[in-house]
């Protein structure tokens, strides 16, 4: 049986692009399944001053695709209220409580509560103040804040704001969000890894030869341009979601599969990834930004003739890297990184790249060595992993040719499969931190994005080197590979370039 939730929640930024996107067809799903029914109340604050009616056709409008009848949004719809608020306002936050105290008491909420901010970072200080000091807070249930990105953007800001946070919630009742930790793959990266003898047994340097994960993107930056001058990719991309997937790979066995154990390894893998030089980091971590290209006979503008960014523009919109881990486990076992906007596909996947067989019995077509085996775990757009093994061609002779077990899927095939944020939701609401970030996990990454980034910075280059749009990135992310004798195993552009729909590069 559904237990139904109860809960009074507060969305910051409730008139924005996150919340229409995300949060409200999030919400929408848990009220389908029952898990959110009568007891529930949404206060939505943002600067524009919306009446409850618009708000409400808002959110109708946002889950349009996912309604069985009109009757069933609407209903959905009157357990929201908007309330224009500005967050450096005290009064404002008076105008909230007696609100709230209404809604608490006409749903029964049982006090619970849950505090969502989804807008920018710099009045998250201000706002979670405020709900302690107007005694918004009240220990009459639970108190959950749950905090999107960017949190910080390096170590010093992020400090700065987990202590104002801190002040007001302890980390057991925060909820930092990336959502990758909510996509049903990065969550099977420890059923794979755990589950399966072959793979567990075969962890390590003595049979891994290197790791590839690639955060692939083919939108440019779209309407974010402003945010992502102040970001780039590296900020963006590798600081939160990278590292998080890294270290699930990396991490130890944990002693039992709880948030605890599980975020003790993670921590302690993180812990261990060696510290560049500037001079390491520089030659380990390439920058690129994409130029404007074709793709299937369309052209596409460079990243520097996009909204919000200055045409001398010095910010990555890629980044490839190389990073090592100083433990038994993985010493010697390169972790190769890669992620970009432009690129030529939407996809994001780990590699596993087993050692070469010691001696080769055997040739291949092309008279090569043996190809490795190849552990692929996919998280999107398909779902699952495959793995390439070596079979003997049909035929005469003796030749091997590389065959792939796979099992992959579309992620909407499993109609049941709850979205990324849908899970989250949920996580919050039942007090489970499991895949949220912890402040340990996210200080640690900023201290390595802070090497790289003062090892660019200090350089005071003029240029960044450069990739043309839907291309894989630029030269120099190649030979980062090749110089170790490795070479990126996913090419999706190779594919593209064979049928003529992408210029060689
Ligand atoms: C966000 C980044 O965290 O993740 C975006 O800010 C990026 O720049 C997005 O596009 C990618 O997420 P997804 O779930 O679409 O792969």
């Not at 809604?103 to 200080?125: E, H, R, S």
Request: negative net charge; hydrophobic residues 35%; proline residues 3%.
């Amino acid at each position: 049986m559904t237990e139904e939730k109860h809960c009074l929640f507060t969305i910051f930024g409730a008139t924005g692009d996150l919340a229409k996107r995300k949060l409200y067809p999030s919400l929408f799903r848990l009220y389908k399944k029952g898990k959110l029914d009568k007891h529930f109340a949404i206060m939505g604050t943002a600067r524009r001053s919306w009446t409850n009616e618009f708000y409400r056709e808002v959110i109708v409008e946002s889950i349009s695709g996912l309604i069985d009848n009109e009757e069933q949004a609407k209903r959905f719809a009157t357990h929201f209220y908007y309330q224009s608020h500005d967050a450096n306002d005290t009064n404002h936050y008076v105008v909230l409580k007696s609100l709230g105290n209404q809604l608490k008491k006409k749903y029964d909420t049982d006090g619970n509560q849950l505090f969502y901010l989804a807008m920018a970072p710099q009045f998250f200080g201000n706002i979670v103040h405020h709900l302690k000091s107007q005694h918004i807070l009240t220990n009459e249930g639970f108190e959950h804040l749950v905090i999107e990105k960017p949190f910080g953007s390096d170590l010093k800001s992020a400090t700065t704001l987990n202590k104002e946070i801190t002040q007001s919630f302890a980390e057991e009742n925060i909820f930092r969000i990336d959502h990758y930790l909510g996509k049903e793959m990065i969550q099977n990266i420890s059923a794979v890894r755990f589950g399966n003898l072959v793979f567990e047994a075969l962890w390590n340097n003595q049979w891994i030869d290197n790791i590839q994960i690639t955060f692939a993107e083919n939108i440019g930056v779209e309407n974010r341009g402003e945010y992502y001058e102040t970001s780039g990719a590296l900020r963006d991309m590798v600081q939160n979601h990278i590292l998080q997937v890294l270290s699930l790979l990396a991490m130890e066995t944990p002693d039992n599969f709880t948030e605890n154990e599980i975020r003790k390894e993670k921590i302690k893998a993180l812990q261990a990834i060696h510290k560049y030089t500037e001079k390491e980091a520089r030659e380990n971590f390439i920058a690129g930004q994409y130029t404007a290209g074709y793709f299937e006979g369309e052209h596409f503008s460079g990243y520097r003739e996009e909204k919000g960014v200055a045409d001398n523009s010095l910010v990555e919109t890629f980044v490839a890297g190389k990073f090592l881990i100083n433990n038994k486990r993985w010493q010697g076992v390169p972790f190769y990184i890669r992620t970009g906007k432009r690129l030529t596909e939407k996809g994001t996947r780990i590699n596993i790249v087993f050692k070469n067989i010691p001696k080769n019995l055997f040739v291949t077509q092309d008279q090569k060595t043996v190809q490795s085996n190849i552990l692929t775990i996919y998280i999107q757009p398909t779902e699952g992993f495959s793995l390439s093994v070596n079979g003997k061609e049909f035929g005469p002779g003796f030749n091997l040719e590389p065959i792939k077990l796979q099992y992959r899927h579309d992620s909407d095939v499993l109609e049941n499969s709850p979205e990324a944020y849908e899970k989250l939701i949920m996580d919050a609401l039942n007090g489970e931190r499991a895949n949220f970030s912890h402040w340990d996990e996210v200080a640690r990454s900023w201290e390595l994005i802070d090497m790289i980034r003062q090892a660019w910075d200090n350089h005071h280059h003029k240029e960044i080197p450069s990739y043309m749009a839907y291309t894989m990135g630029p030269h120099a992310a190649f030979e980062l590979l090749e110089k170790q004798g490795a070479h990126w195993i996913w090419k999706p552009d190779e594919w593209y370039v064979q049928r003529g729909k992408l210029n060689r590069y």
